[in-house]
């Protein structure tokens, strides 16, 4: 199960930090992330990061958006700190882990940036 909070309201140029936890025993290689969707597009990817540690950046977040893990025995944490935020990255952020041959996505969070 993956559990994802962390989204609401912001201005542009402030910032939030979205969190996703999946609990239970993981298979220890793995990879974890955060992709988005916006009404009528399709879901794209933001950041992921592997279970060693190894980030990928959409372009369009580089340098503003972090991705970070904790990763335990018994549920595996990723973060995403997300800077200077603008008002196109609002959308509904959802939370991806893949491992092994399956994938399962949490339950979207809300991030909108007024300018």
């Known amino acids: 199960q993956l559990q994802a909070s962390g989204g609401g309201l912001v201005q542009a140029g402030e910032s939030l930090n979205l969190s996703c936890t999946a609990s239970?025993?993981?298979?220890?290689?793995?990879?974890m992330g955060w992709y988005r969707q916006t009404p009528g597009e399709q879901r794209e990817l933001v950041a992921t990061?592997?279970?060693?540690?190894?980030?990928?950046?959409a372009d369009s977040v580089k340098g503003r958006f972090t991705i970070s893990r904790d990763n335990g025995v018994d549920r595996n944490t990723v973060s995403l700190q997300m800077d200077t935020l603008k008002p196109e990255d609002t959308a509904v952020y959802y939370c991806?882990?893949?491992?092994?041959?399956?994938?399962?996505w949490g339950q979207g969070t809300e991030v909108t940036v007024s300018s």
């Open positions: 239970g025993r993981i298979f220890r290689v793995n990879v």
């Open positions: 991806r882990l893949s491992v092994l041959r399956s994938t399962y």
């Open positions: 990061m592997t279970s060693g540690g190894t980030a990928n950046y």
